[in-house]
């Protein structure tokens, strides 16, 4: 088994808890690689060939992935283009490297991390989810492409589309360090007030999220505590969503949801996706559904 991580430390991290449930003789390896970097997703290739000995690979996933909405009218383009770069263009780079490793296979899946935002493009109302929602989008249409096309030019391959809403992870401290910025905690005081501009701020205020005239200090802890918020508050935790792709995978599903929120969006939309950015009617369509569910 190999893995990369744009975080050398979280890769470290995640290889000594993965080789210390792995069973005997299974080697696990990590390496550096920013997927959004085409040369550096083919020297990762060559290097776990290299350490595993190997002339093929059975599985890939491509679950890297960025947060940030990002406005395409307001965003500056190089965080915009940032977020698309790791979120697409990585998922892309990958199924270039690693196809000819699957085919050489027999058996190979490749599976490909979309989101929610695959499917319905917005957080909601004032919420513009444009980067990020786009780079989802491609990962959804190329993967369903790719049913036709590897069932006609490559049999020895199927690909499996992961759909999630959401799971309890640390993408947001982790989408910052991915933008060049540090973490939360290390953040000057600068980076911290650029990060929450004012009008955040006074919003977050106005919420009871943060104190009046929050300082640099109160922007850091509020970050922190939205991380830790998103990653403990989540119905689906890292582990079980690796759970259920996984049982997906060996079951031959091509499309995994995970979370209720996700089968519950993707009905929604899918019943009347006309009405998937008029918020009243969508919001009140998943009441009723929920209220169906539970009755």
């Known amino acids: 088994m190999a893995a990369c991580d744009l975080n050398p430390d979280t890769m470290a991290e995640t290889v000594a808890l993965a080789q210390a449930q792995a069973p005997p003789g299974v080697r696990v390896t990590g390496h550096a690689c920013d997927v959004a970097d085409e040369a550096q997703v083919l020297r990762f290739r060559d290097e776990l060939l290299a350490e595993h000995a190997s002339d093929h690979v059975d599985l890939v996933f491509s679950n890297a992935g960025a947060g940030g909405g990002e406005s395409f009218v307001t965003s500056p383009r190089d965080v915009w283009e940032r977020v698309l770069a790791i979120d697409w263009w990585g998922v892309y780079y990958c199924a270039r490297a690693f196809l000819p490793l699957l085919i050489a296979s027999g058996d190979g899946v490749l599976v490909n991390t979309s989101s929610v935002s695959g499917f319905w493009a917005s957080l909601g109302p004032g919420r513009p989810h444009s980067a990020y929602s786009t780079a989802k989008f491609a990962v959804r249409g190329f993967t369903e492409a790719l049913i036709e096309d590897l069932r006609t030019n490559a049999p020895q391959v199927r690909v499996a589309l992961v759909?999630?809403?959401?799971?309890?992870?640390?993408?947001?401290?982790?989408?910052?360090?991915a933008q060049g910025l540090p973490a939360p905690e290390r953040m000057s005081d600068a980076q911290a007030e650029e990060l929450v501009p004012p009008d955040v701020r006074e919003a977050l205020f106005k919420a009871?999220?943060?104190?009046?005239?929050?300082?640099?200090?109160d922007l850091r802890q509020f970050l922190v505590g939205a991380n830790a918020a998103f990653r403990d508050k989540a119905q689906v935790s890292a582990a079980q969503a690796a759970t259920i792709i996984l049982d997906g995978v060996r079951a031959g599903t091509w499309r995994i949801l995970i979370g209720e929120d996700a089968r519950m969006i993707d009905g929604a939309v899918r019943a009347k996706p006309e009405a998937a950015y008029d918020y009243a009617e969508l919001f009140a369509g998943l009441t009723g559904r929920g209220s169906k569910q539970t009755s």
């Open 208 to 217: 009871g999220a943060l104190p009046e005239g929050a300082t640099p200090e």
């Open 163 to 177: 759909l999630p809403g959401h799971v309890g992870t640390n993408i947001l401290r982790n989408s910052l360090i």
